[in-house]
């Protein structure tokens, strides 16, 4: 009889079992009461059991019931493991590891690390997708991605996270700017010079958190724009000055005529973290990826 069972029909007897409700069971499956009704009806049909009892309440289960719904959960979750499991494979069959990673990682040391893990491992693909940091962890947490980097000032609740990598937020300017010939400055310094940022979901109410009472007031942003190669454009224009990681703006400071200064701000340094599912840190490709990440040798490669 169980054999032409559908999932679908579980998932929605299970769901109807929790609730103790057609209607909330209904809601959340995205059906009308009668629809659910219907389909109850159906699997009974299927079991040649009475599975639910209906009362003013709401719904509870027969003896028959708890016990399908016991097997109904088994089921779902295994084949839930099952896609999982799949999900780290292509189209092709090859093995497939989805990363998550901030712009900055991607721009600086994240090629050549992704090359080197890939080198000896024919059979394995990396997917690598682009984010924010603030979104990364519950990114990860949620199962979009097997492996997260991301820089914040702790690790983030609810993913195993392991140290990756630190760099340091500068100031560029224009040759000749008024900055350029201190070398070295505390941002509360440039705060009478327009500002180049980017602030989309590290919003400025969290940076000017993050930076707390070393501010007086907030910069001026007159621009935003995300990509760091065309926010040195805007300063070479004059538009402003921008915040650009130190690595990242070294590339284009001679072709744009461009300096850097240091921010000498504590914040300006920053920790980033490579994450997993703690759930599935003893995974051998995900949790491999990872620790290659963060292994010495490769972080002092850099």
Known sequence: MTKTLDTHLLDLFVSVIEKKSLTQAGRDMHLVVSAVSKRMDELERQVGRTLLKRHGRGIEPTAAGDLLYLYAKSILRSLRAADEALAEFDSTGVRKIRLLANQTSILQSLPAEIAGFLAGRANTSIELTEGHSVDI??????????????????????????????????????????????????????????????????????????????????????????????????????????????????????????????????????????????????????????????????????
């Not at 070294?250 to 461009?258: D, K, S, V």
Request: aromatic share 8%; net charge negative.
């Open 137 to 302: 962890p519950a990114m990860v947490h949620d199962g979009h991605a097997d492996v997260g980097i991301y820089h914040a000032p702790y690790p983030a609740a609810g993913v195993l996270s392991t140290p990756y990598r630190q760099d340091r937020i500068g100031l560029v300017v224009p040759n000749g700017h008024p900055l350029q010939a201190r070398g070295a400055v505390f941002f509360e310094e440039a705060l009478d010079y327009p500002l180049v940022g980017n602030f989309p979901r590290h919003s400025l109410d969290l940076f000017l958190e993050l930076a707390g009472a070393s501010l007086s007031r907030p910069p001026t942003v007159v621009l935003s724009v995300s990509n760091f190669e065309a926010r040195c454009h805007m300063v070479k224009e004059g538009v402003g000055i921008a915040m650009v990681p130190e690595d990242v703006a070294r590339r284009y400071l001679g072709p744009l005529g461009l300096s850097l200064v240091r921010i000498d701000d504590d914040w300006a340094q920053r920790q980033f973290y490579a994450c997993m599912r703690a759930q599935h840190s003893g995974d051998s490709h995900a949790g491999s990826l990872l620790a290659h990440l963060c292994s010495p040798d490769v972080r002092h490669a850099g």
